[in-house]
């Protein structure tokens, strides 16, 4: 059997002792190989990689996407949460201030109403002592009009000898009071 012509030529060149892929006889075949395998390697990657590295990507981004949403709108949320709260707080602090005001006018008027009537209970008790002591005061002086004329007539029997009639000795202390 004749062997091809190709085998021929691969057998001399493996004589000669060089290497075939730098051979230029080789090379029409080896550039249909290339391109052979370059459209299968393309057309797998532009296919079945490329899509699902897209699609990879394309899904990152939109949850990427989401969650900086999600995040601003919970921001915007707690920045409207934290505005009401301050509100409420101010609330309650204008509503404890009032309070505190009118505890504080209702205690005053409390004291003032007791102060009054404490102070109406003390006059009323002065006023009586003033009474009592105006009373001791007459009876005092009744008593001292008598103990006066009493005197006087031991004052006057002593030094005159004679005792002075009762209508005298009243008739001198009117004179001198």
């Known amino acids: 059997m004749a062997e091809p012509a190709h085998t021929q030529a691969a057998a001399e060149h493996v004589s000669a002792g060089g290497l075939p892929q730098f051979d230029p006889a080789w090379w029409p075949g080896q550039i249909v190989w290339v391109l052979i395998i370059f459209a299968v390697l393309y057309v797998a990657l532009s296919k079945l990689v490329l899509p699902r590295v897209g699609g990879a990507i394309d899904n990152r981004a939109k949850v990427i996407a989401d969650d900086i949403a999600d995040a601003r709108a919970l921001r915007d949320e707690a920045q ?7 509100a409420q707080t101010k609330a309650a602090r204008a509503q404890s201030l009032k309070t505190a005001s009118e505890a504080k006018a209702k205690a005053a008027a409390e004291a003032a109403a007791r102060d009054a009537e404490q102070e109406a209970d003390l006059n009323a008790k ?25 005197t006087a007539q031991a004052i006057t029997a002593r030094l005159t000898g004679k005792a002075a009639t009762d209508a005298e000795v009243k008739s001198a202390l009117a004179k001198i009071a």
């Open 80 to 86: 409207a949460q934290a505005a009401e709260a301050e």
């Open 126 to 150: 002065l006023d009586a002592a003033e009474a009592q002591i105006r009373v001791a005061r007459d009876k005092a002086m009744k008593n001292v009009s008598t103990i006066a004329a009493e």
